[in-house]
């Protein structure tokens, strides 16, 4: 995923003075922490308990939506509108604490413990490219 | 699209209080407004002058993208998360608000024009949504 | 929903023949089976026999994200290329059939009598587009 | 993005036979390869010349919501269908053959050089794996 960063020098205009190596590393975890709470899902409706973890699942799947939303938001720059960014970080980093506090409740399936670390990293990475948009 | 009433009262468990009619009304209004910004983003790549719409595509895209995932947001009601649906509702409402905004400013093109109606539609009603949730 | 079919009409260039009632009809379609299909998945998490629909989740879920792929595809004209068009369309009925049988399989709960009644128009539509691209 | 691989190590169930690393190397290259093409089309939108690139950015749209529509049903082992992950595999080639074609055309920019570079494996990956499902 070093495609992410060359993408980013690729952009034909300035950037504006942001962050390129922690708006690449948000993009990246966003893509990784999208898939992990896909796959986490999936993982859980494959348990034979699976009736304990349906509010598993449910803030599984929004926070895959919402990190792939906000990469998406993230892999553009034409038009950059601070308000939007910040919304989508914003969010994105809420939806990504409720489903790391999710599965740690279960963390003795790999797939949640796996996934709670994705989406702790993901929080995080979201909170300090907040920080760097002034 | 009645059928997105239909699914909410199908819903197994009780939904807490929330006004249903006022749901269904922004899921189909997220949905169409995506469908809309998606269409509008594509016109603009039409028209012969598209260097001049180059910022209304990139904020079509992303409107389009945040619409769809409030949608699916909205459309969940296991393990409901506050926190979760509020954010979504207001960065939805940020960044229909910034698309007609852009719309508008191109309204001699009946895409954008119609967009841009279907935008303001799509703000209020997640604000109108937002509002109840308490 | 009936913007969708302005929408189409307000694109800038010549859609070379194609069926426009047709192709409003099936994005409206795949929107609403999408949004179904994910309602239905949520509902499904939402009943207490959970643990005998999990087949019938993770097929909603596919159904809608190639639902909403396929409505995205067939919202765009600029460079049109058959072959993904066909292609989207193909596997858009494939995973409608699929679902709609799976949900048939529990049509005594509403939420999936209903995603099957949607999924089989759904895939109807779909193969009454491809008919007409020839 | 070693997480793909562990999430499919970490399912509860027997993935009956499938090769596990070309199908983490399929998701890994679907997310990927939608990232690229999300942020070679606003690249476009960004180059001065943007009226000669408009077919590019379209199928850079339409194959960045097929890569990733991809990449989720490939990340769901439940209830697996073969129809539905074969179909969108084809779909996916399809659509990653037509936009490495189109970025070849303009290689000369770096960001289409780059995106039609990741295109060309995507595609041979997603028929690769093809080729693994019998």
Redesign the interface.
């Known amino acids: ?1 070093e ?2 960063n ?3 020098k ?4 300035d950037l504006d003075g942001i962050d390129q190596e922690k708006l690449a590393r948000c ?2 975890e966003c ?2 922490c999208a ?2 709470c ?6 859980c ?4 308990d ?2 304990a973890l ?6 599984n ?2 926070c ?3 990190c ?2 906000t ?3 993230l ?5 950059y ?1 601070a ?2 960014t910040r ?2 970080l ?2 994105c980093a ?2 990504c604490r ?1 489903c790391a506090e ?1 599965c740690e409740g279960h963390a003795a ?3 949640c413990a ?2 709670a670390q ?1 989406c702790r990293i993901c929080e995080q990475v979201c909170r300090e490219l907040l920080a760097t948009l002034g």
Chains 1, 2, 3, 4 share one sequence.
Do not use: K, W
């Open positions: 995923m495609l992410v060359e993408m980013i690729n952009y034909p205009a993009i990246r893509l990784s898939q992990a896909t796959a986490c899902a999936d993982a409706l494959g348990e034979e699976v009736a349906v509010n598993c699942v449910r803030t799947l929004d895959a939506d919402i792939f939303a990469g998406q938001v892999s553009r720059h034409t038009g509108d308000a939007i919304g989508m914003e969010v809420t939806a409720a999710l399936m790999e797939h796996q996934c994705e």
